[in-house]
C-alpha cells in the first residue's frame, strides 16, 4: 500500500470514534485535501467503509475482513516481531510458507498469515481445522541463538503470551493445558505447533505455529469438533477484529521473548504454572510408548510434564495427550 494511504489509513484507525476533518489530516500528513480525498477513496476500493459528513470529515466504520498487513501495522507495536508479515487468502498451510521463507533468507520475527489454510497441520501428524476468515491461521518464525534442548521452551512461552494477548484484549481468562493448547471451559480454542531446522546442536530456525479460532460460530464447527472446541467470538458473544488482535498477540509474545532471552525460562515457567489448568490434578497422558496415570506434578526447566503415579515414581512426559 502506498505510504500516504496507510497512514491516511492509521490516523482513521486510531479515532475510530470521531470524525477527523480532510483538513485536518492534510496537516497531519502534510499532503493536500485532494489527495487526502483521493486514498479515501482508494481505501474504499480496497474493502473500507469510511463515512463522509460535510463538515465534519470523515470516520472508519468497518475494515475488509480478510487479513491485510497494512490493517496489522497500524496496531503493531514491536521492534521486530511481524516486520516482515505476508498474508495470503489461500494456503495449504502457513507452516510451509514459513519454512519457505526461512530457508530464503526471511529476518527473524517473520509472520505468515492465511485466511484460509487447506492442509492445516497440527501436533502428532493431526489436520487443523482452518476455515475462511474465522481464525488466526499464522506462523511466527524466529532464528534464535539456542540449544535445540531449548525449543519446547518457545511452546511453553507461546502458549503464556497468547493467554495474556487474550486477556488484554478480550478480557477472557483462558488456561494452558500441557503443552499446547489453549481451553476456555475446557473447550479448545487454540493450538501451537513449533517446528525446528536445526543441525547437531545448532538451531537455524524455529517455526511456531498458532491456530486460534476467534470468529467462528456454532456452524463453522463439524459435528466432531463442535462438543470439544470454541471460539473467542462464541465465548464473548461479539464478533472480533482479528487483525488487532494479531498485533497484541505478537507484541505480548515479543516482551516475552525479550524476557526469556535476558533471563532464561525461569519467569516463564513461574507465568505458565499460574496458567496451567492441570497441574495438582489426577490426568492420564497418552504417549506413544504408552499411557500413565497420576497426579501432575509441574513442569521442568525443559518444559517437559513430571507425572507421579500412585507407586510414587515419577514419569517424565516430553510428548502426549492429556485427559483430565
Ligand atoms: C495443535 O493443537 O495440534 C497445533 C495446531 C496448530 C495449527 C496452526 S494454524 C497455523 C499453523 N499452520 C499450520 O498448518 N498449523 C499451525
Known amino acids: 500500500m502506498n505510504e500516504n494511504r496507510e497512514r491516511v489509513l492509521d490516523e482513521l484507525l486510531q479515532h ?15 499532503i493536500s485535501r485532494t489527495a487526502v480525498w483521493k486514498h479515501i477513496e482508494e481505501l474504499r476500493r480496497d474493502g473500507y467503509t469510511i463515512n463522509a459528513v460535510r463538515k ?26 511481524g516486520k516482515e508479515m505476508y498474508t495470503y487468502g489461500e494456503v495449504m498451510s502457513t507452516q510451509l510458507i514459513a519454512h519457505e521463507k526461512a530457508k530464503s533468507g526471511a529476518a527473524s520475527g517473520t509472520v505468515i498469515l492465511a485466511d484460509l489454510q487447506t492442509q492445516g497441520k497440527a501436533r502428532l501428524g493431526r489436520r487443523w481445522h482452518s476455515p475462511k476468515g474465522t481464525g488466526i ?35 477472557l481468562e483462558v ?20 517446528e525446528v531446522q536445526a543441525e547437531a546442536d ?5 517455526i511456531i505455529g498458532i491456530g ?6 456454532e456452524k463453522d464447527f463439524d459435528e466432531s469438533l ?11 458473544g461479539k464478533k472480533l477484529d482479528r487483525n488487532k488482535l494479531i498485533a497484541v498477540l505478537l507484541k505480548e509474545w515479543e516482551i516475552l521473548y525479550q524476557l526469556y532471552m535476558k533471563q532464561g525460562f525461569s519467569p516463564i515457567k513461574t507465568l505458565w504454572e499460574t496458567y496451567a489448568l492441570s497441574l495438582g490434578q489426577q490426568i492420564t497422558a497418552r504417549t506413544v510408548q504408552g499411557n500413565y496415570t497420576g497426579m501432575a506434578k509441574g513442569i521442568t526447566d525443559e518444559g517437559i510434564l513430571l507425572l507421579e503415579d500412585e507407586q510414587g515414581t515419577i514419569h517424565k512426559i516430553y ?6
Open 56 to 81: 465534519q470529515g470523515y470516520m472508519i466504520k468497518a475494515v475488509p475482513s480478510s487479513l491485510e498487513v497494512s490493517a496489522i501495522h497500524p496496531f503493531l507495536e514491536t521492534e521486530f516481531v
Open 175 to 194: 488456561q494452558i493445558k500441557w503443552p499446547n493448547d489453549l481451553l476456555f471451559h475446557g473447550k479448545k480454542l487454540c493450538g501451537i505447533l513449533t
Open 16 to 30: 475510530r470514534d470521531s470524525f477527523l476533518s480532510g483538513e485536518e489530516l492534510s496537516k497531519r500528513l502534510s
Open 212 to 217: 486460534m479460532n476467534v470468529n467462528h460460530q
Open 319 to 324: 510428548s502426549a495427550d492429556i485427559e483430565t
Open 137 to 171: 491461521w499464522m506462523s511466527l518464525m524466529v532464528k534464535p541463538y539456542l540449544p535445540l534442548s531449548a525449543i519446547p521452551q518457545l511452546t511453553l512461552l507461546t502458549a503464556v503470551a497468547l493467554v495474556r494477548g487474550i486477556h488484554q484484549e478480550i478480557g
Open 202 to 206: 545448532q538451531v537455524n530456525y524455529v
Open 226 to 236: 463442535s462438543s470439544i472446541a470454541t471460539s473467542l467470538r462464541i465465548e464473548k
